[in-house]
């Protein structure tokens, strides 16, 4: 198990979860404070260690034995947007390609993209995707591709 202090610094001192910096002299019992997110995969064999992310102690607790969900943000317009954490972590398995929301507009498509590649570089830096908008149904399609 790593210490506090790599899981932190491998994250830049971000939560992985609401991708909101992480004080690392907050007190580890305060609410903001820094916590260890220890994640194993359902495939793992007892006794694999855990893939470790860096949470807020709330986000950690709030997330408890429940999927994770990470938020689109509400200021871009997104339609029927993919779940985050799923689609990073089935393209991270399998790879490929994946339309992950539909949008009015391009430019809107084009927001969440930029968005989309940000947060995922923090959230699933192993995973190396594009994004692309594609016209589709009078709408733009955003696609998420790996490399």
């Given at each position: 198990?790593?210490t506090?202090?790599?899981?932190?610094?491998?994250?830049?001192?971000?939560?992985?979860?609401?991708?909101?910096?992480?004080?690392?002299?907050?007190s580890?019992?305060?609410?903001?404070g820094p916590?260890?997110?220890?994640?194993?995969?359902?495939?793992?064999?007892?006794?694999?260690?855990?893939?470790?992310r860096?949470?807020?102690?709330?986000?950690?607790t709030?997330?408890?034995?429940?999927?994770?969900?990470?938020?689109?943000?509400?200021?871009?317009?997104?339609?029927e947007?993919?779940?985050?954490?799923?689609?990073?972590?089935?393209l991270?398995r399998?790879?490929?390609?994946?339309?992950?929301?539909?949008?009015?507009?391009?430019d809107?498509?084009?927001?969440?993209?930029?968005w989309?590649?940000?947060?995922?570089?923090?959230?699933?830096?192993?995973?190396?995707?594009?994004?692309?908008?594609?016209?589709?149904?009078?709408?733009?399609?955003?696609?998420?591709?790996?490399?």
């Amino acid at each position: 198990m790593s210490t506090l202090t790599e899981v932190g610094d491998r994250a830049g001192w971000r939560c992985w979860l609401c991708d909101k910096p992480v004080d690392p002299t907050m007190s580890v019992n305060d609410p903001r404070g820094p916590s260890i997110d220890a994640v194993t995969s359902a495939k793992s064999k007892k006794g694999a260690p855990a893939h470790e992310r860096l949470a807020h102690r709330a986000c950690n607790t709030r997330k408890g034995a429940v999927r994770a969900v990470v938020p689109w943000p509400s200021d871009i317009f997104v339609i029927e947007p993919a779940p985050i954490v799923e689609t990073a972590e089935r393209l991270s398995r399998k790879g490929g390609r994946e339309v992950v929301a539909r949008c009015p507009t391009r430019d809107d498509a084009e927001r969440a993209g930029a968005w989309l590649a940000d947060r995922l570089s923090r959230l699933s830096p192993e995973l190396a995707v594009t994004t692309k908008v594609e016209p589709g149904g009078g709408q733009f399609l955003l696609v998420l591709t790996t490399r």
